[in-house]
């Protein structure tokens, strides 16, 4: 199947499913699933989680921050 038939098929703009193939291929080495994109994207956090943490990181500064973020 072509790029131009799927579009037709699901009715996303062709342009937006080559996008859209693009970014996953810069996120996903070749032969990845979808259970590696879950390991980037890190830990689950609950509603408790994140009540706590977002009051937290307001008072960081931007090298903590930045820290925080990337843990």
Same mark, same amino acid.
């Given at each position: 199947m072509t790029a131009?038939? %799927?579009a037709r098929e699901v009715k996303i703009p062709q342009p937006t499913l080559s996008k859209?193939? &693009?970014l996953? !291929? &810069?996120v996903m080495p !070749?032969?990845?699933t979808p259970n590696? %994109?879950?390991q980037l994207a890190g830990p689950v956090r609950s509603a408790g989680d994140k009540? =706590?943490?977002v009051p937290a990181a307001e008072r960081l500064s931007d090298n903590e %921050?930045?820290?925080l %973020? =990337? =843990?």
């Open positions: 131009t038939e %799927l859209w193939h &693009a996953s !291929q &810069a !070749q032969g990845g590696d %994109l879950k009540v =706590r943490i %921050l930045g820290a %973020l =990337r =843990r």
